[in-house]
């Protein structure tokens, strides 16, 4: 516990205090090791991947870009260039886009920000 208090530079009764709180929602167990997670939450918008949060958003976005790929293998392959492959694949750089920005966006929410030491005058 003083380690995990040492390494984000809060108290040991706040980590107590928060620890304990995990273990009476059953989100963590105490072992002979340490604590370890007993159950992984579900978040909103995200998957677990090899124990790593995904936003959905960002697998969205490799469909349209797995389309786009398709589609420019298809016009090489081919040959043939027209009207409808344009608008395809123009839609579908816009939604991979978009997609992959909110996707980034999601993922930069998700990270605890750093606090700044500031000193303020009473």
Known sequence: MRE???SLG???STV???LKRLEDLGLIVQGPEGYRVSRIMDIEGFIVIRHKLIPRL???SMFFLGVVLGEIFVIGYTGTLNVDRI????VSLVGFLILLIEGINARAR???RKIRNTKYKI
């Open 10 to 12: 809060i108290p040991v």
């Open 58 to 60: 960002l697998v969205y």
């Open 16 to 18: 107590h205090y928060h």
């Open 87 to 90: 608008v395809l694949i123009i």
């Open 110 to 112: 998700l990270r605890p």
């Open 4 to 6: 995990i208090a040492r």
